[in-house]
């Protein structure tokens, strides 16, 4: 009996190895080069795209394509039905991924791409100065230190970047990841995606759903929904949010946010700072300032539970105004060099 069962598994084991061994792969490539025009658009999906700057004042695609299956005529076939639209018009090429009528089934699609049946990389030689309209979808792309300006529009993709010294507005849903070294300035709308900055100098734009992890940057802009933010050193906070998190280790300068539900915690409001103006509603807040520091402050507050703020007197110069009490004060032993403006309305309020 034990020597029929391991005839079987052996069996079984051969055929999957003579399946396999069947498998066929077809590739093609395509190389293609233009004078280097001031734009250029890719639009793309299950890919892998790749820039690399250069010297020339050329554009050049380096495009490989392949299909696998243990079919050679279905390897063929699938190869067929993916091609490169290639156009160029005044000061623009574009260059599109085109899939044909065998990948008309969503399902079956995302099956064999997911698989790795088809493979579509994109090298592309390219100035550094050229500006990019990036469309991509369910790819990876990556690209090292580019000046011109970016426009990315991007689901279930994966972007890499070290340094991008242009200005850039980037459109990111549903899954998509973000990873900069060094980035000048950007407009962003973001949804649902992860966010990994280490330097950046100005961001501004909307985002929902959403985790960032910044290192330095000058300024943030924010309109924020369900996100939530790790900041390590920021300069300037402005905006509003609902729902969202912020845990920022230092601020340089001046915050002006608007919080409902979620927080706000600074763990080291810089000594030299100019102001921090803060409305929280149903939004807890937590400040940590520096013993050298010096500055007036107002609070107004209504059902607030305070934390730690016996380096506060919120008691000697309070005044009622309906339910709401308002305590002004003085931080410091020093003539006062900032200010400290909060708000607060049924939430916890940590200061020291």
């Excluded at 009996?1 to 069947?22: C, E, N, V």
């Excluded at 792969?25 to 658009?41: E, P």
């Excluded at 979808?137 to 340094?163: M, P, Q, V, W």
């Excluded at 900055?197 to 802009?221: C, M, P, Q, T, V």
Aim: proline fraction near 0%; glycine fraction near 6%; hydrophobic fraction near 35%.
């Amino acid at each position: 009996m034990k020597t029929r069962i391991k005839m079987t598994l052996l069996a079984i084991l051969s055929i999957g190895l003579s399946l396999h061994a069947k498998a066929d792969i077809k590739t093609k490539n395509i190389t293609k080069t233009y004078t280097a025009s001031s734009n250029l658009k890719i639009d793309t999906r299950y890919s892998r795209v790749e820039f690399k700057a250069w010297e020339k004042d050329e554009i050049k695609f380096d495009i490989e394509i392949s299909a696998e299956s243990n079919k050679a005529e279905k390897a063929q076939t699938m190869l067929d039905n993916i091609t490169i639209d290639m156009t160029e018009g005044d000061d623009l090429i574009i260059a599109k991924t085109v899939f044909g009528d065998f990948f008309s089934l969503k399902k079956l699609s995302n099956s064999i791409f997911n698989k790795g049946k088809i493979k579509v990389d994109y090298t592309i030689y390219l100035p550094a100065s050229t500006q990019l309209d990036l469309v991509l979808k369910d790819s990876r792309t990556y690209i090292s230190n580019h000046s011109g300006n970016i426009k990315l529009d991007l689901a279930y993709t994966e972007f890499t970047a070290e340094n991008l010294s242009g200005k850039n507005n980037f459109d990111l849903k549903s899954n998509s990841f973000l990873k900069i070294g060094k980035i000048n300035q950007a407009e962003v709308n973001i949804a649902g995606s992860e966010i990994n900055i280490e330097e950046a100098n100005k961001i501004s734009g909307e985002s929902r759903d959403s985790e960032y992890k910044l290192g330095r940057i000058d300024n943030l802009n924010i309109k924020s929904a369900r996100d939530k933010f790790d900041i390590k050193d920021i300069e300037a906070l402005y905006g509003s949010s609902s729902l969202s998190k912020f845990d920022i280790s230092h601020l340089g300068s001046e915050v002006d946010y608007d919080i409902s539900f979620g927080h706000l915690y600074i763990f080291n409001v810089d000594y030299l700072f100019s102001f921090v103006k803060l409305d929280s509603k149903f939004g807890n807040l937590g400040l940590s300032f520096s013993d050298k520091a010096n500055f007036d402050f107002e609070i107004n507050h209504r059902a607030v539970k305070f934390d730690k703020t016996n380096a506060f007197d919120l008691e000697s110069n309070k005044t009622m105004d309906g339910k709401k009490a308002i305590s002004k004060g003085k931080f410091g032993s020093k003539k006062a060099i900032s200010k400290v403006n909060i708000r607060a309305n049924n939430c916890k309020l940590k200061l020291e």
